[in-house]
């Protein structure tokens, strides 16, 4: 979290892969490697036409193949390269990957409780929330290092691993994460750099973000 003046203005662009057969059954998709609809790919289409109006310098994605072809949307209009990292993928969740939302409060009812309240869970079996971000919030910093001033990095991810990483870059605590909300399929959210670090500057968006008139900055 840089706050140098050398780094001021760069933008890091958290954006959720399109609409998966999965989530339209509410199955926890997890690091398994699902496809997207045919509505995921134009998500993903429309998306990136908004996308690269930011003039984005840099993409890198997940390595799995729903946020890989969401991110080939944005690259296809840029002409950038995709840099793919399994850091970025969606948390493991073990048992819990391919069951509904109804399958997991039925058979993990309190686990899944002790999640909803913040405490520290591996769901399933798999990782924790904050191994997560310890992997995956390394990638976006790395790569944001590597921008211009002013300089804009697009993040392809997964709903789970932005919202962590996301918490980790703006020094909330980990039982305060889910406080943020979720994010709807091919929506994104916006950091920007300040003089004390990252700030949120749009979250869950769809359209294209606006500056923040008349902050206190």
Same mark, same amino acid.
């Given at each position: 979290?840089?706050?140098?003046?050398?780094?001021? %203005?760069?933008?890091?662009? /958290?954006?959720?892969h399109? *609409?998966?057969?999965?989530? /339209?059954e509410?199955?926890? *998709?997890?690091?398994t490697?699902?496809?997207?609809?045919?509505?995921g790919?134009?998500q993903?289409?429309?998306?990136a036409?908004?996308?690269a109006?930011?003039?984005?310098d840099?993409?890198?994605?997940?390595? /799995?193949?729903?946020?890989?072809?969401?991110?080939?949307?944005l690259?296809?209009?840029?002409?950038?390269?995709?840099?793919?990292?399994? %850091? /970025?993928?969606?948390t493991?969740?073990?048992?819990?990957?391919?069951?509904?939302? !109804?399958?997991?409060?039925?058979?993990?009812?309190? *686990?899944?409780?002790?999640?909803?309240?913040?405490?520290p869970?591996?769901?399933?079996?798999?990782?924790?929330?904050?191994?997560v971000?310890?992997?995956a919030?390394?990638?976006?910093?790395?790569?944001a290092?590597?921008?211009?001033?002013?300089?804009?990095?697009?993040?392809v991810s997964?709903?789970?691993?932005?919202?962590?990483?996301i918490?980790?870059?703006?020094?909330? !605590?980990?039982?305060?994460?889910?406080?943020?909300?979720?994010?709807?399929?091919?929506?994104?959210?916006?950091?920007?750099?300040?003089a004390?670090?990252?700030?949120?500057?749009?979250?869950?968006?769809?359209?294209?973000?606006?500056?923040v008139?008349?902050?206190?900055?």
């Amino acid at each position: 979290m840089n706050g140098s003046r050398s780094g001021r %203005g760069r933008r890091i662009v /958290l954006w959720r892969h399109g *609409q998966t057969a999965w989530n /339209l059954e509410r199955r926890f *998709q997890g690091s398994t490697d699902i496809e997207l609809t045919e509505t995921g790919v134009a998500q993903a289409a429309r998306a990136a036409r908004l996308l690269a109006s930011l003039k984005p310098d840099a993409i890198v994605a997940s390595d /799995l193949r729903r946020a890989a072809a969401t991110a080939a949307e944005l690259a296809v209009i840029t002409g950038l390269d995709v840099v793919h990292d399994v %850091g /970025l993928r969606e948390t493991y969740a073990g048992a819990w990957q391919g069951l509904t939302h !109804e399958e997991i409060v039925e058979r993990y009812g309190e *686990q899944y409780a002790a999640w909803k309240r913040g405490e520290p869970v591996r769901r399933g079996g798999g990782e924790l929330e904050t191994e997560v971000a310890d992997r995956a919030a390394p990638v976006v910093l790395g790569h944001a290092g590597k921008l211009p001033d002013d300089g804009t990095l697009v993040v392809v991810s997964h709903g789970g691993t932005i919202r962590t990483t996301i918490g980790r870059l703006l020094g909330l !605590e980990a039982h305060h994460w889910e406080g943020l909300g979720g994010l709807t399929n091919c929506c994104w959210s916006v950091l920007g750099e300040g003089a004390r670090g990252w700030r949120l500057l749009e979250h869950n968006a769809g359209t294209l973000p606006e500056p923040v008139l008349g902050d206190d900055t």
